[in-house]
């Protein structure tokens, strides 16, 4: 199974409202990093946090990280409707190349 | 800078058919990486290359699939002969690779969606 696994796999919230996001992994890691999908498009890096860190923020986007729990979550806060997109996290593992896996992602829809 | 280009867009072929993608990475980035993404799902590393050199291609199908990366620079993947399930998008990336940062941010193509008919 994958490393990264995110939770919800789909959310729906109305403008204005907070989205969060949760992922998983299962080995140890350098960094955990979050993406954004927008339909059709490649993928844009949003924010990375690394192993030694607990809490990253970059605008409205705040990332933690657990690594006793092995989990991370990314908070989007007052959403907006340009917000809707599939979210991923996205680990680098402890490998001689810094090897990434991709969760299956999460699917957010804001709501005009 | 300039980012991460792909081509084709799109392409439509029939099963059994080849195909190619090329990609050019970002001037100067040393990591060049192919992931498979079906609808619905993650991106799924197929190669990754550090120069020219393979580093990982532990998920390529190497019975149909194959890529290069002549001089270090551009890169393309093949895939022949296509079969259904090869139905994806073809997303290319590239990473600078701080090591001392212990940072390796990618960055992402458009992608080329490829449908086997």
């Known amino acids: 199974s994958q490393q990264g696994e995110e939770d919800p796999q789909a959310l729906s919230i109305q403008e204005g409202e907070n989205a969060t996001m949760n992922c998983s992994y299962k080995?140890?890691?350098?960094?955990l990093q979050w993406y954004r999908q927008n339909s059709g498009r490649g993928l844009v890096h949003l924010i990375l946090i690394r192993s030694n860190e607990r809490e990253k923020h970059s605008g409205r986007l705040r990332v933690t990280l657990d690594t006793s729990k092995k989990s991370s979550s990314l908070l989007i806060t007052a959403s907006r409707a340009a917000d809707t997109a599939s979210y991923f996290c996205a680990t680098t593992m402890k490998t001689s190349y810094d090897k990434v896996i991709f969760g299956p992602g999460t699917s957010l829809s804001v709501i005009p | 800078e300039a980012g991460v280009a792909q081509s084709p867009r799109y392409k439509i072929i029939e099963k059994r058919q080849s195909v190619a993608f090329w990609c050019n990475p970002i001037?100067?980035?040393?990591?060049l990486y192919w992931y498979q993404q079906i609808l619905g799902q993650g991106p799924k590393l197929l190669i990754q290359?550090?120069?020219?050199?393979?580093?990982?291609d532990s998920q390529l199908p190497k019975d149909r699939f194959s890529a290069e990366r002549l001089k270090g620079v551009d890169s393309t993947l093949k895939i022949q002969p296509a079969k259904l399930e090869d139905s994806a998008v073809y997303l290319c990336?590239?990473?600078?690779?701080?090591?001392?940062?212990?940072?390796?941010?990618?960055?992402f193509g458009p992608g080329t969606r490829l449908t086997v008919l």
């Open positions: 990336a590239s990473s600078r690779r701080i090591r001392t940062a212990g940072v390796d941010t990618q960055y």
């Open positions: 080995t140890s890691i350098n960094n």
């Open positions: 001037s100067g980035h040393a990591t």
């Open positions: 290359f550090q120069n020219n050199g393979v580093v990982d």
